[in-house]
């Protein structure tokens, strides 16, 4: 299909066949210029990140963040991934150490998301060649040893229109040591102050060269030891300090059973969870009692009384056996060759390996027989009540979840680079080249339970003639199982126990391996040079063609496809794409040394790109460098961009997915509570869907052990998750405009403001159970009520299957804000201060094409409006020594602790107001509004302190510490990006290092 047609790509597009056409006519006429004079006006050129032109100034009409080998060796952060984790323009982490719970083919990969938007909008280059990716469109940034690295170049603007899909955020280009000779290494030594978390790396770095050609070799081992959520006070509670007792698990290592009139305990009703007494017979209905199901909440609270505590007793608190921050391996080597063929042709090489195990452990499954039909039949010799239980339920704390990521990346990249002499007599330089990325994943799970043996060893068993009780009945023994009774707890042995019983643990849990593979091929043929000279320069341009197919798959163990075992059900991934891209770029200076213009020039670019999967699309982009003086730079961009759909958006199989959410139609936490529109919604239906009756009066949402205690609670049954064949790319227009300033009155002074916005149309949106409930009670939206989205219980409890589809917008806006200055004093040293912030002044997300009043998130969990960095180095003859200090402004959230009904701010909830829903009242164009209740923390500061010293021997030492004060960020219900009560981009302790490096 042909895509958008607009002003800006077709007058970009006509300038670009304009220009190229008068530069060939003029090029005939040009004035010859002789060698000397030639020779005389050269300068050292360069291509920075978002160009293919080369130009001698590194400032160019794009903002620009450079990070160079000595601000890398100058900070504690000595992985790429750290690294860029902390620059003011990354949000929050896609998926971070903090969140062992994820799953699927990404997990133990770090990805890094500019401004926010999700890191499958960042697109990421080694060298100005793509990253490979995962199907999901993911770059690990992880694969790229940090030793290799020369500098990183981080362009802060949509680049679709010079590299293609991905690039709506920005693109981050990572470049590695081309020339580099003699040999270093280092070792490198850190861990918390707590005596955990310690990470070990040592790299090599060998390279050798001469004026026809070089190599550089660059090893790396890196080890990171984990974190465990109880060896943090923070994060060792699952509702944290303030409520150390609330909301452990009644589905823990007790196990038990809801008695119903078919199944009933002696002086107990029906509908109540037993568990069996402590030394209890499990055979003896007596010895059952209630299981006490407290687990706090806030019904009922007062300000005077707060919410009622929970209670430990019968339950279990999963962080015991859950990772704050996961462990992860790597080793790595790249290699850089080039050699000169003539003295026109050089032949470029590139290697990398790389080899990531990352590992995540939770507790153990919490095995609910009602989820998986798997019942406790009325035949079991453990059976206390001789019927059927068809709930039953135990946490095997035995045998806790382990997961592991082994990740191999191998990549090659070849290319003949030349120049030649153009036919205007100017120098054109150009090159051909070939990359292969190819990822190869194997991941190892260990601790779902096989439901067809759960299904025997809780089936039928008996006590033979040798007193030892087996599976089946007399005379039809089912062979090789073990029985098992589930009402003995955790530590408790004997017959049919999971404690001790390495048998029955061998039966009941088999290691699950999924295995995962992608593959980015990439042809490309550039030429760029000057077609003529203007009275203010020459007149740049740069073309060129790309092929690039993409192809991968992911496939589950056998169990998870076929929903054989506790592992959450999926099918394989598997499909491809391929594209054919031709771009063109001009850099025109119009103006130089004249008054008001020490410089005007202007870009344009434009990239058409045609794909087998939903057709073509052209995206151009205009930009502009004014210099009024020697000592200001005015800038600015209009960019057109896209993102295609990855392999997962088109070809992802189904999953199962047990998600947290908020149900409107909650009479105590959801909007049902108190908005008369959602209320009504919920008992009639909107559009033919959806209606609980006279139930949504009375409606309250379950959790996995009973009603919900709190907001945000995990749904009961499996939801579905899927992908959409039918999806088309999204599209965005960025805007830049800024400024750079070094004021002449302060010498070494450099100051650089940019404003920014994107909006993305059309986005891809991964659907949510939030999201479409809210949309059809709370908007009253009709196609969001489809029974094809969501179902509902006799109970109320709904049902979703949910994927990604082509919705509204994103809207993000703000401001960068760098500084740097440098002084000498005589006597003390040399002085540097660097300053890089990002203010967010907008961040809009619409999920729907109906009608919407926009809500800015800033501000809210990890969307922070303001990141800052500030930077003090001090260097004096030997010595050395960096302060960097890192700003996170305030975090609010949905409140969790508060009194139902009350308008005032009262326990923890100290904003609450009438906010807009991002509806509208019905029939008018007026923002509908609600109580909106939230709990807003203040900044958080982070100092980061490194003390280094050169040696007389050719080696230096550094020795420092992050967070060095020790700073612990608030404690946030809500779980952004982690597992855990606290932000999983936050420092979780004071980490001290040392390094040693050597060089020969």
């Not at 050798?208 to 660059?218: C, E, K, W």
């Not at 707890?489 to 849990?509: D, I, P």
């Not at 999204?730 to 450099?750: H, I, R």
Request: charged fraction near 15%.
């Amino acid at each position: 299909m042909q895509f958008k047609t607009n002003r800006l790509r077709d007058a970009v597009v006509f300038a670009l066949i304009i220009g190229s056409g008068i530069g060939a006519a003029q090029a005939q006429n040009a004035p010859a210029t002789s060698d000397k004079d030639s020779k005389a006006k050269t300068l050292d050129t360069l291509v920075v990140t978002g160009s293919r032109i080369r130009q001698v100034d590194v400032e160019t009409s794009q903002p620009v963040t450079f990070i160079t080998r000595d601000d890398i060796e100058k900070q504690g952060f000595q992985s790429v991934a750290d690294i860029l984790q902390n620059i003011t323009a990354t949000g929050a982490p896609p998926i971070s150490r903090a969140s062992p719970l994820s799953a699927g083919e990404a997990a133990g990969g770090t990805f890094i998301s500019l401004r926010n938007i999700g890191a499958a909008r960042t697109l990421v280059l080694l060298n100005g060649r793509r990253l490979g990716v995962t199907t999901g469109g993911l770059a690990d940034i992880s694969t790229i040893p940090a030793s290799a690295v020369e500098r990183i170049e981080v362009l802060k603007d949509g680049a679709s229109a010079i590299y293609g899909s991905d690039a709506i955020a920005g693109v981050i280009n990572v470049i590695t040591r081309q020339n580099f000779n003699g040999a270093i290494a280092s070792v490198y030594y850190g861990q918390y102050g707590e005596g955990d978390g310690a990470i070990k790396k040592g790299d090599v770095v060998w390279g050798m060269g001469n004026d026809r050609g070089s190599i550089v070799v660059s090893g790396e081992y890196r080890k990171e030891d984990g974190v465990g959520a109880t060896d943090r006070w923070f994060t060792q509670d699952p509702r944290g300090p303030l409520h150390p007792t609330d909301n452990w698990t009644t589905v823990g290592a007790y196990g038990g059973f809801v008695t119903t009139a078919s199944t009933p305990i002696p002086g107990i009703p029906a509908g109540t969870r037993v568990i069996l007494k402590a030394g209890g017979d499990p055979r003896n209905p007596a010895d059952y009692i209630r299981q006490n199901v407290a687990t706090g909440t806030c019904a009922g609270a007062t300000t005077s009384t707060g919410c009622t505590p929970g209670s430990i007793a019968d339950k279990t608190n999963t962080l015991e056996q859950t990772d704050l921050r996961t462990p992860l391996e790597s080793k790595s080597l790249n290699i850089d060759g080039n050699l000169k063929l003539t003295d026109a042709i050089t032949a470029k090489v590139g290697v990398l390996y790389s080899n990531r195990v990352s590992n995540r452990t939770v507790a153990g499954y919490p095995m609910q027989a009602a989820s998986f039909n798997t019942p406790m039949s009325a035949q079991s010799y453990f059976n206390p009540t001789g019927a059927t239980i068809s709930n039953w339920w135990r946490r095997t704390w035995e045998v806790p979840r382990i997961s592991g990521s082994d990740l191999t990346t191998y990549r090659f990249s070849a290319s003949l680079e030349g120049s030649f002499e153009g036919f205007n007599g100017m120098p054109w330089d150009w090159d051909v080249s070939y990359m292969h990325n190819s990822n190869k994943l194997l991941q190892n799970t260990y601790g779902n339970l096989n439901l067809a043996n759960v299904h025997n060893a809780v089936g039928a068993s008996f006590k033979d003639a040798s007193g030892n009780v087996v599976c089946g009945t007399p005379g039809n023994v089912v062979a090789g199982c073990q029985v098992w009774n589930p009402f003995l707890a955790y530590g408790v042995t004997g017959a049919g126990a999971l404690s001790g019983n390495q048998a029955l643990q061998n039966y009941l849990f088999q290691e699950e391996h999924a295995t995962g593979e992608t593959t980015t091929k990439v042809w490309a043929v550039n030429l760029a040079g000057s077609l003529f000279s203007l009275p203010a320069g020459e007149l740049g341009f740069a073309v060129g063609a790309e092929y690039r197919n993409e192809s991968g798959k992911f496939v589950p163990d056998a169990l998870a496809v076929t929903g054989g075992s506790t592992n959450l059900s999926s099918g394989p991934t598997r499909g491809g794409y391929n594209v054919k891209e031709f771009y063109a770029e001009l850099s025109a200076p119009l103006l130089k040394d004249v008054v008001m213009a020490k410089e005007l020039t202007l870009n344009l670019a434009s990239r058409y790109s045609k794909y087998n999967t939903f057709g073509n699309t052209t995206n151009s982009k205009l930009g502009f460098v004014w210099k009024p003086l020697d000592q200001l730079m005015l800038r600015g961009t209009v960019a057109e961009g896209f993102r295609a759909p990855t392999i997962a958006d088109l070809y992802g199989g189904s999953s199962e997915t047990f998600s947290f959410f908020t149900d409107p139609c909650d009479t105590l936490f959801g909007s049902s509570a108190q908005n008369a529109t959602t209320r009504g919604n919920c008992t009639n239906g909107v559009g033919g869907n959806g209606a609980l009756g006279a139930l949504a009066a009375t409606y309250r949402q379950r959790s996995q052990t009973g009603l919900a205690g709190s907001p945000n609670t995990q749904t009961p049954i499996a939801f579905v998750s899927g992908s959409n064949p039918l999806l088309q790319p999204e599209t965005s227009k960025t805007k830049t405009l800024g400024a750079v300033w070094s004021p002449p009155w302060v010498e070494n002074l450099n100051m650089a403001l940019d404003w920014w916005k994107i909006r993305i149309e059309n986005t891809i949106v991964a659907d949510s159970p939030d999201l479409i409930l809210n949309d059809c009670y709370v908007q009253g939206i009709a196609s969001r009520c489809n029974a094809a989205l969501f179902t509902r219980a006799a109970d109320g409890t709904p049902r979703v299957t949910y994927g990604s589809r082509n919705a509204g917008y994103r809207l993000v806006e703000g401001f960068d804000f760098d500084i740097s200055y440098r002084w000498s004093w005589a006597a003390v040293g040399d002085f540097r201060v660097t300053s890089n912030s990002t203010y967010t002044s907008k961040d809009i997300l619409i999920s729907t094409n109906d009608p919407r009043y926009p809500v800015s998130s800033v501000g809210v969990t990890s969307t922070f409006r303001i990141r800052s960095n500030a930077n003090l180095s001090w260097e004096r003859g030997i010595f050395g020594a960096s302060w960097m200090v890192r700003y996170y402004s305030s975090m609010a959230e949905g409140c969790t602790y508060f009194v139902p009904g009350l308008n005032d701010p009262n326990l923890e909830c100290n904003q609450i107001q009438y906010a807009p829903t991002g509806g509208f009242v019905t029939g008018t164009t007026t923002p509908a509004s609600a109580i909106r209740r939230r709990n807003v923390h203040g900044a958080t500061v982070f100092n980061d302190l490194q003390f280094r010293v050169k040696l007389p021997w050719d080696a230096n030492v550094s020795v420092g510490a992050n967070n060095a004060f020790n700073k612990i960020g608030p404690i946030l219900y809500t779980q952004p990006s982690a597992n855990v009560n606290y932000y999983g981009g936050f420092d979780i302790g004071r980490f001290w290092y040392v390094k040693y490096t050597q060089k020969f």
